[in-house]
């Protein structure tokens, strides 16, 4: 049996409740960037990060931002992690599709959809969420998640 693929599922870290460019310019509040940026740091050493895949929504792309510079992971945007643009199942078959390191950055409730998938029940996926899921020929299995937030 192949050894299972390591992904991680992220959802973009707190951000404004409006902005004037509407929901795509949402950019991370300044404790939701101190926070992620704190909580990224202190994971750098349970990350195996290869790459990281973005929405292209500000928010999403700002907490790539600080992934990447936390853990060196080069950048590159979907549109398809844009809210409403898949389902959970999509975000794991890319996730599958992209290989193994790779982190998607991404909006709920898409995220937390995958990774309740990969848990086997439902739960929440606060903002600044990672999740590390095993991903293997018949499925997907949550390792372990954590919070930026720890409220």
């Keep these: 049996m192949k050894e299972p693929l390591r992904v991680y599922l992220v959802r973009h870290g707190k951000a404004e409740q409006d902005a004037p460019g509407g929901e795509a310019a949402r950019r991370l509040t300044a404790e939701g960037r101190a926070q992620f940026f704190t909580f990224a740091g202190g994971l750098v050493e349970k990350l195996e990060l290869a790459r990281i895949v973005t929405s292209p929504f500000t928010r999403a792309r700002q907490t790539a931002e600080i992934l990447a510079a936390a853990t060196g992971a080069p950048i590159a945007e979907n549109p398809d992690?844009?809210?409403?643009?898949?389902?959970?199942?999509?975000?794991?078959?890319?996730?599958?599709?992209?290989g193994a390191g790779v982190a998607?950055?991404?909006?709920?409730?898409?995220?937390?959809?995958?990774?309740a998938l990969a848990a086997g029940h439902g739960g929440k996926l606060p903002p600044g969420s990672v999740a590390a899921v095993d991903l293997t020929e018949s499925g997907a299995t949550l390792a372990w998640i954590e919070a930026a937030d720890k409220e």
Excluded: C, K, Q
């Design 104 to 115: 998607l950055v991404g909006h709920n409730p898409e995220m937390a959809e995958a990774v």
């Design 81 to 98: 992690l844009a809210p409403g643009r898949s389902t959970g199942r999509d975000i794991l078959a890319w996730a599958r599709s992209e």
